[in-house]
């Protein structure tokens, strides 16, 4: 069992920046795939940014290219995503996630653990 934990959500004004942070306890994630996906309310959960178990490879969605940048420290057991140019639109619970496969996906099927999610809100 993989226990995953968010935090670093808030409350920030648009234009603003948050990094999140995704850690877990009992195993290490430095073999995996990882993920972050974004649920706003009333919509379906979307994926955001992933990144390969070396931290070589990413993949964006296109509504956070170039605004959002996924990393990790392996050494940490920790993923991030730091958040720059956050847009009302970005307002959502962010939630991290382990895959099960060796290839970066956007589609949220192929993720094996979540965490618990952390709030993100920009006001305008």
């Known amino acids: 069992q993989v226990r995953l934990v968010e935090s670093g959500g808030g409350l920030v004004q648009a234009g603003g920046s948050l990094r999140l942070s995704c850690t877990t306890s009992?195993?290490?994630?430095?073999?995996?795939?990882m993920g972050w996906f974004r649920q706003a309310p009333g919509k379906e959960r979307e994926f955001a940014a992933a990144?390969?178990?070396?931290?070589?490879?990413?993949l964006y969605a296109d509504s956070v290219k170039g605004r959002f940048t996924i990393s990790r420290d392996n050494a940490k057991n920790t993923v991030y995503l730091q958040m720059n140019g956050l847009k009302p639109d970005d307002t959502a619970v962010y939630y991290c996630?382990?895959?099960?496969?060796?290839?970066?996906?956007?589609?949220?099927?192929?993720?094996?653990?979540w965490g618990q999610g952390t709030q993100v809100t920009v006001s305008s």
């Open positions: 009992g195993r290490t994630l430095s073999s995996y795939v």
């Open positions: 996630a382990v895959s099960g496969q060796y290839f970066l996906s956007r589609n949220p099927n192929v993720y094996a653990y």
């Open positions: 990144i390969s178990s070396s931290g070589s490879s990413t």
